[in-house]
């Protein structure tokens, strides 16, 4: 086993069940929304991801922000780095300033196209992709050399994962390009959200598992929002049970006791679906994602974790 | 072949501005097949320009200097008394007018890509010309070009059902055509290969190549 630079790592190494969230910082100068969603994280999660420009919408940096988040509050982060966006001297660039700057953790993602962004006219990079750029980090952390193989003064202390998806169809492809990516190099591995737990499943089963696995989840803060998701993304299935408990607890009462129902239905769902996981496969822990719903990451952590 | 598209008459006829002398080239051979630079649409340019079209040609192919040279020469005087030439052609051609008779040339086309040819009116960009194939590798799709990435080692998280997310999960993932073809093919190790890095400074300049 190498070395454990962050606590993150540390934990899925020492085989603690972890919990890690995520904060997406917006269009802003601004600190003050992902310090406070971080504060109210960082008693239930081991790490947080900071996005970096979700959407292909061009947000604050994801490098600031993690280090902003790390100095303010003390939780460490994943900080995601997009490939879309960055050509391999600013990739370069940027991972020495995460690891000078105390980030461990970076979690490399494609990137959504650009079509769909705030800037539709930007030309998309691609220099590497995601399989490329563990590589690439791999020699930068294990050999202090980058991608051409000049040599890096001081070490670079950064753990690197990359994203699955269980959801895919067809999941045999997906299965052998997350597999090629833990050849080349990665240690951890973060999904895309699901709410089918036999699609967790059917992942972990096919994936020729050597890198903890985090399966990621989205508790949703109304019907509304799952429905979007369903008519967004085409392969994430969200069952009718969950949106129909979400529809009816909203009807129930005024707006704070509506709010509590919505809490229970996600608590009771998303804690016995992790309850499933861990009882049937080698999980190693969640990824929730809350866009703008942190108060529930700590509630469904509790319950699971007792 | 090189897909060509026509720029709107109102765009040209800007770039024409007050010109009263212009001299139009067509392709004989991309843009005839695309039918934006053939004998008909540099019949219709001329029309749409009425006097100030003061003569027209359709070079067999006209980003060979050579054979730019042979058909212009038949109207060298007409070009010479010219103010400007509206190339219907791609933009390798519309230069190589450029260079050749020293003009100003104004681009009646848009060049698109390296393309296949469905029938006249579906045309689908299979090359990007970057100067390293791999379609061995990828059971003969290229992913430079139908991954809408160019992702050497796709798919990416945008696949949903076989479709890409760009354009609205409308078109195929190509790493997916790639993953069953390979498999057909009885290839799906190849899939499994991490494909390296590419050496992106061919790109960064304009080539040439140069072999005698």
Not at chain 1, 177 to 187: D, F, H, M
Not at chain 1, 263 to 287: A, C, M, P, Q, W
């Amino acid at each position: 086993m190498k070395e454990a630079y962050s606590t993150f790592m540390r934990a899925l190494s020492g085989g603690k069940f972890v919990f890690t969230s995520e904060i997406e910082p917006k269009k802003t100068t601004k600190f003050d929304e992902i310090v406070r969603a971080a504060n109210i994280l960082k008693n239930h999660v081991v790490a947080c991801n900071v996005t970096d420009n979700p959407r292909a919408k061009a947000h604050l940096s994801s490098l600031v922000a993690s280090y902003v988040i790390q100095r303010e509050t003390g939780l460490e982060t994943i900080c995601q780095i997009n490939v879309r966006d960055r050509n391999r001297l600013a990739l370069i660039s940027d991972l020495l300033g995460a690891s000078a700057l105390g980030i461990r953790n970076v979690l490399v993602i494609s990137g959504d196209h650009i079509a769909g962004g705030d800037n539709p006219g930007a030309m998309p990079v691609y220099d590497l992709d995601s399989t490329q750029f563990v590589q690439m980090v791999r020699g930068m952390v294990d050999n202090g050399t980058d991608l051409n193989g000049n040599p890096i003064d001081g070490d670079v202390r950064l753990h690197v994962g990359v994203v699955g998806n269980p959801n895919a169809d067809p999941l045999e492809v997906e299965v052998c390009k997350v597999e090629r990516k833990i050849r080349a190099g990665a240690e951890f591995i973060q999904t895309q959200v699901v709410f089918d737990v036999e699609k967790a499943k059917r992942f972990l089963k096919d994936l020729n598992l050597s890198v903890p696995v985090l399966i990621g989840i989205f508790p949703c803060k109304s019907h509304r929002i799952a429905e979007f998701i369903v008519s967004k993304i085409p392969c994430i299935s969200v069952p009718k049970e969950y949106i129909d408990r979400l529809r009816s607890a909203e009807c129930q009462g005024n707006a704070t006791e509506s709010r509590k129902r919505i809490d229970e239905v996600n608590v009771d769902y998303f804690s016995n679906l992790i309850k499933e996981l861990r009882e049937t496969t080698r999980t190693s822990g969640i990824h929730i994602m809350t866009i703008g719903y942190e108060s529930i990451v700590g509630k469904i952590a509790d319950v699971v974790l007792g | 072949m090189i897909i060509t598209k026509s720029k709107p008459k109102e765009v040209v006829l800007r770039s024409v501005g007050d010109r009263k002398r212009v001299f139009i080239v067509g392709c004989g051979t991309c843009a005839t097949l695309c039918q934006t630079g053939g004998e008909e649409q540099v019949e219709e340019m001329a029309n749409l320009l009425r006097e100030r079209s003061v003569g027209k040609v359709v070079v067999e192919t006209p980003c060979d200097i050579r054979v730019l040279k042979r058909d212009l020469s038949p109207h060298l005087g007409m070009i010479e008394s010219a103010d400007a030439i509206l190339a219907l052609c791609c933009g390798a051609g519309a230069q190589a007018i450029s260079e050749l008779t020293g003009k100003i040339v104004i681009p009646g086309l848009d060049t698109l890509f390296l393309g296949e040819t469905e029938r006249i009116g579906r045309f689908y960009e299979r090359c990007r010309a970057c100067g390293d194939c791999i379609i061995y590798e990828t059971g003969g799709i290229c992913p430079i070009v139908r991954c809408a990435k160019g992702l050497l080692n796709g798919p990416c998280g945008g696949m949903a059902n076989g479709k890409c997310e760009a354009g609205g999960y409308m078109r195929d993932c190509a790493w997916v055509l790639i993953y069953r073809r390979l498999k057909e093919l009885g290839m799906t190790q190849r899939f499994m290969e991490i494909r390296a890095v590419r050496d992106r400074s061919r790109r960064a300049e304009p080539q040439e190549l140069r072999f005698r």
